[in-house]
């Protein structure tokens, strides 16, 4: 299966077929990343950082590529890592919408609470950007 789905450092741990109520067939592969490579950044690929948070409750699932008609879906527990690069990957820090302040961004240059914006954690972390 990892052949098939072109993937490295991933162990499958199961997958079963089943049809919705369209009819289509559905493909549901479960999977999780190996021990040695379940806590690298997803942007650099630092191994062994410390973790931010558990992994969910609830798996997340994330729609592959179709197969001949048969829609793939992996499945996996998910948790995010301290990355001293790239912050906390996937969390986003958004001005506080009570506040009047402004963000300076080299990136996405000015940020308000009006422009709906976020701007990445490590980003802040670095200080490139900057309060107003």
Not at 6 to 21: A, G, L
Not at 61 to 84: K, N, Q, Y
């Amino acid at each position: 299966m990892q052949k098939l789905l072109n993937v490295k450092n991933t162990v499958i741990e199961s997958y079963n077929f089943h049809n919705d109520v369209d009819g289509i067939t559905h493909l549901r592969i479960k999977a999780r990343p190996n021990a040695w490579h379940q806590d690298d950044c997803p942007f650099c690929g630092r191994r062994h950082l410390p973790r931010y948070d558990r992994p969910a409750k609830k798996n997340k699932i994330w729609r592959g590529l179709d197969f001949s008609g048969i829609i793939v879906e992996i499945e996996a527990a998910t948790h995010r890592v301290i990355c001293p690069e790239h912050g906390v990957p996937g969390m986003l820090k958004y001005p506080h919408p009570t506040s009047q302040s402004k963000v300076e961004c080299p990136k996405y240059g000015l940020i308000t609470k009006e422009s709906g914006i976020s701007y990445p954690h490590g980003c802040q972390k670095s200080q490139k950007c900057r309060q107003k």
